[in-house]
């Protein structure tokens, strides 16, 4: 009997296109309850992942199954039971802010009174009541942003998927989206997001997966990831241009830490206590034009497994 909290299940899930596999027998569940990322570099197979899980894409291989149903010969019936934010914002410009709502509302079937109610209520959530009679097309990125979360709860889905939520918006916009999906996963939907912003990831993810080049390098808990691959703190050493190859010479041969880093800019030095490595590394003659104790992150998490930082993929 199928367990009733895994709403999807994928074993060996693949995706090719022509001799190009974009995701390569992946595994993963999503539970209902929670929220569920894939965080990877651009052409990581994260997209294609979700337009699969979104049923408009048919996968190459593998098994899937979304709320029990078989994705080819159902879509239908799991795409009436979705929420979809796509990365690009798909609204009708021409028209206004409520009737975006209303006209979707329609493609399910919804009767007018229902959307009506439902329009008023999520405008409300998303915090647009103001603008409802405005046009779109002048409304800022953040806010065509959550007037396409609104759209796509209108069916009231059992899985919100939202793909790269808050590319392109500002850090406020964004910071006002990640309230908006927060208080959705307080509610009870179940949310799977890809994204390539880390602190994204840390902020709305229970559990997550990181892929690179189609395939899973880890998975667990933003906590759990940054325990099992990097250190409890990170020194970041910056140092003259002219000095920076030679002083990278000697923190790697020299300085007590479990990893070294070395980027074009700046030094990483993965330790338990960053101001008493620092301090050794000046004990070293090294004196670095500035130097930061930081917490370790899930970009470092990246690094470790993957030789680049997210913004380099």
Request: hydrophobic content about 40%; aromatic content about 6%; charged content about 25%.
């Amino acid at each position: 009997m199928p367990d009733q909290d895994t709403l999807i299940r994928a074993k060996g899930l693949t995706k090719r296109f022509g001799d190009f596999t974009a995701v390569d027998g992946i595994d993963f569940e999503l539970r209902r309850g929670e929220a569920f990322g894939f965080l990877g570099p651009n052409g990581a197979g994260k997209s294609s992942t979700m337009r699969m899980i979104g049923c408009v894409s048919p996968p190459s291989g593998g098994e899937l199954t979304i709320l029990g149903l078989d994705p080819v010969a159902q879509g239908s019936a799991i795409r009436s039971r979705l929420g979809v934010v796509p990365q690009e914002d798909t609204l009708d410009i021409e028209l206004t802010v409520r009737e975006n709502l209303l006209i979707y509302g329609r493609y399910f079937g919804l009767p007018r009174a229902l959307i009506a109610e439902r329009t008023a209520r999520l405008l409300d959530f998303v915090q647009l009541t103001e603008r409802a009679d405005d046009q779109v097309e002048p409304l800022s990125g953040g806010m065509k942003r959550r007037l396409t979360i609104a759209r796509s709860l209108i069916n009231e889905p059992e899985i919100l998927i939202l793909d790269e939520p808050t590319t392109g918006l500002d850090p406020q916009a964004r910071h006002v989206v990640w309230d908006r999906l927060y208080r959705l996963k307080q509610q009870g939907v179940t949310l799977i997001l890809t994204t390539h912003y880390m602190d994204e990831a840390e902020q709305l993810c229970d559990r997550l997966v990181v892929m690179d080049g189609g395939k899973i390098a880890a998975e667990g808990s933003p906590r759990e990831l940054i325990e099992t691959y990097s250190t409890r703190e990170v020194l970041e050493l910056r140092f003259g241009v002219s000095e920076h190859e030679l002083a990278a010479e000697k923190v790697v041969a020299q300085a007590p830490a479990e990893r070294v880093e070395v980027l074009a800019d700046r030094i990483l030095l993965y330790v338990p206590n960053g101001d008493a490595t620092l301090a050794q590394v000046r004990a070293l003659g090294l004196e670095p034009l500035t130097s930061l104790v930081r917490r370790s992150t899930l970009e470092d998490v990246f690094l470790r497994l993957t030789g680049r930082r997210l913004e380099d993929g």
